[in-house]
C-alpha cells in the first residue's frame, strides 16, 4: 500500500518533470491515474471526517449512557432489556448498512469512502455497547462473575464480529479486552478456579497463537499480528514466572530464550495456503526488540546480586496444565528451527541469511546458558554482568551495521538508541565523577549527531535498487 506522503511528493515531482520537459502529458496521466492522484485531497479529508464522526460517537455514546444513568432506576427490568437490545442490534444494523458496500472504483471509494468510515465507527460503537449490554444485564439479573471473567467474555464476542466482518479495528480490539481480562485473571489463579475461564487465563499462550495470528491473516494486518505476538510472548513470560519457584535457573533460561526463538523462526509459510512471507519481517523484528530487552535488563548488576542457588522443587513447579502450554510452544520452536536449518542447506544462496540466523541463535543460546549456569552450579555474577553488556554491544552494532548496509534508517537509528541507551546506564549505574559523565555525554552527543550525518550521506548516493530492498 503506497502512502499519501509518497504520492503527495511524486505528485510535485512529476509536476515538476512536465513543466521541465522531462515527461509528457500523457505520460503524466498515467503516473496520475496509477497513483491516484485526484484523491490526495479527499483522502485527507476523509482522515479528518473519520476524526470528527469518532468525537462524535464517543460524545454521542457518553450523552446515551448519561440519559441511561440518570432515568435507570426509573424503568421496569422488562423497558430496560428492551432498551439495551434495541440500541445494540440498531447500531450495529446501522452500521453494517452503512459498511457493507465496498468500492470497487475510484469514483466509488470517493463517494461511499465517508459512508464506509461512518459505518466502521458504529459497528465500533456496537462492540462497545455490547459490554456495556452484557455488564448491565449480569447486574439486573443477578449473575456473579469476576471483572476478568467480564472481560474475556467481551473480547470473544467482539472477536466473533471481527471474524466474521473482517474488521482489523474489531480484531484489535477483541485483543485488547482478551488482553485486559488476562492481566486481571492473572492475579486470581491462585484462587484455583475450575471454570472455563480459568482454563483460558492458564492457557493463554496457546489460545492467543490459535484465536489471533490466523485473525490476522484474515484481516491482512500487521497491527493484530504484532498485538497477539505481544500476548503471546506476555502469557508465555507470566506462565513462566508462576512456576518460577520451583526451578528458577531452569524457568529463567527458558524466559530467556523461548521468546526470541518462538518470533524468529516464525515463517508464514507454515500455514496452508499460505506462500508470501507476509508477517515473517515484522516477528523477526519483535524478536530483536526482544533480544535487545533481556540484554539491557540482565547487564544491570542488581539483579545478579540477588540470584539464590535452587534445586527443582516438584512441588511448586509450574501445574502440568501451563507446562503443557510450555511443552507445545517448545515443540513448535524446535520445529521451525529444524525447518530454518533445512532451508539453509537446500539454499546455497541465502548464506548471508543464514549467517544472520545462527549469530541470533548463538545470541539466544547464550542468554539462556548463563543463568542457567549461574543458578545451577556457581555464581558468575560479575563474568554474567560483563557477557550481557558485550552481547548488548554487539546486537547494536549489528543493526547498526544492517541498517548501514540496506539504508535502512529504523535499524540504523535502533542500534544507535541502544548503543547510547546501554552507555548512559553503565555511566549512571555505577559511581563516577561528575566532569567524567559530562565529558562522557559530550561525547554520546557529538557521536550521535556524527552518526546521522554520515548516515544521511552514505543513504543518499544509494541506489533505488538498494533502497527498495530493505
Known amino acids: ?140 439479573f443477578h449473575i456473579g462473575g469476576s471483572p476478568y471473567g467480564l472481560y474475556l467474555a467481551w473480547g470473544l464476542g467482539v472477536l466473533a464480529m471481527a471474524y466474521s466482518l473482517r474488521l482489523t479495528s474489531l480484531g484489535v480490539l477483541a485483543i485488547l479486552l482478551i488482553g485486559c481480562g488476562y492481566w486481571l ?38 497491527a493484530i499480528f504484532a498485538l497477539a505476538a505481544i500476548l503471546v510472548v506476555f502469557s508465555l513470560e507470566t506462565s513462566l514466572a508462576q512456576g518460577s519457584s520451583g526451578a528458577p535457573a531452569l524457568m529463567t533460561a527458558l524466559m530467556c530464550a523461548m521468546p526470541p526463538a518462538l518470533l524468529w523462526g516464525y515463517d508464514d509459510t507454515l500455514w496452508p495456503h499460505i506462500h508470501r512471507k507476509l508477517f515473517q519481517p515484522l516477528a523477526r523484528n519483535l524478536a530483536l526488540l526482544c533480544l535487545a530487552i533481556t540484554f539491557y535488563i540482565l547487564a544491570f548488576q542488581w539483579l545478579w546480586q540477588s540470584s539464590p542457588r535452587q534445586p527443582v522443587d516438584a512441588q511448586t513447579l509450574m501445574g502440568w496444565s501451563s507446562l503443557l502450554d510450555v511443552a507445545l510452544l517448545g515443540a513448535l520452536i524446535v520445529w521451525q528451527w529444524l525447518r530454518l536449518g533445512r532451508q539453509g542447506r537446500n539454499h546455497p544462496t541465502r548464506r548471508g541469511v543464514d549467517l544472520t540466523t545462527n549469530v541470533i541463535a548463538c545470541f539466544i543460546a547464550i542468554s539462556a546458558l548463563i543463568p542457567l549456569f549461574h543458578n545451577s552450579f556457581s555464581p558468575i555474577s560479575e563474568l554474567a554482568i560483563f557477557l550481557f553488556n558485550v552481547l548488548l554491544f554487539l546486537l547494536a552494532g549489528g543493526l547498526i551495521r544492517e541498517g548501514l548496509a540496506l539504508g535502512n534508517r529504523p535499524t540504523f537509528w535502533g542500534g544507535i538508541t541502544l548503543l547510547a541507551l546501554q552507555i548512559v546506564s553503565r555511566l549512571l549505574e555505577y559511581e563516577t565523577g561528575l566532569l567524567f559523565k559530562a565529558f562522557v555525554f559530550f561525547l554520546c552527543g557529538i557521536g550521535v549527531i556524527a552518526a546521522g550525518l554520515l548516515f544521511e550521506r552514505y543513504s543518499s548516493v544509494l541506489t533505488p535498487s538498494q533502497e527498495n530492498s530493505q
Open 1 to 140: 500500500m503506497v502512502s499519501d506522503k509518497f504520492r503527495h511528493q511524486l505528485r510535485h515531482e512529476t509536476e515538476q518533470w512536465q513543466a521541465e520537459g522531462l515527461i509528457n502529458a500523457e505520460l503524466y496521466q498515467q503516473i496520475s491515474e496509477r497513483y491516484q492522484f485526484d484523491s490526495l485531497e479527499t483522502s485527507a479529508r476523509n482522515r479528518f471526517i473519520a476524526i470528527v464522526i469518532g468525537l462524535g460517537g464517543i460524545l454521542l455514546g457518553l450523552a446515551v449512557i448519561t440519559f441511561v444513568a440518570a432515568n435507570w432506576q426509573a424503568w421496569s427490568r422488562e423497558v430496560r432489556v428492551m432498551l439495551l437490545l434495541s440500541l445494540f442490534i440498531g447500531v450495529n444494523a446501522a452500521g453494517f448498512y452503512l459498511w457493507r458496500t465496498p468500492p470497487t472504483s475510484a469514483a466509488q471509494r470517493k463517494e461511499n469512502g465517508g459512508k464506509q468510515r461512518l459505518g466502521q465507527a458504529l459497528l465500533l460503537l456496537g462492540a462497545i455497547i455490547l459490554g456495556a449490554n452484557m455488564a448491565l444485564m449480569a447486574q439486573m
Open 185 to 222: 485473571g492473572v492475579f486470581t489463579w491462585g484462587a484455583k478456579e475450575s471454570s472455563w475461564l480459568a482454563l483460558l487465563v492458564q492457557h493463554m499462550p496457546v489460545v492467543a497463537s490459535l484465536l489471533f495470528v490466523p485473525l490476522a491473516y484474515w484481516c491482512r494486518s500487521r
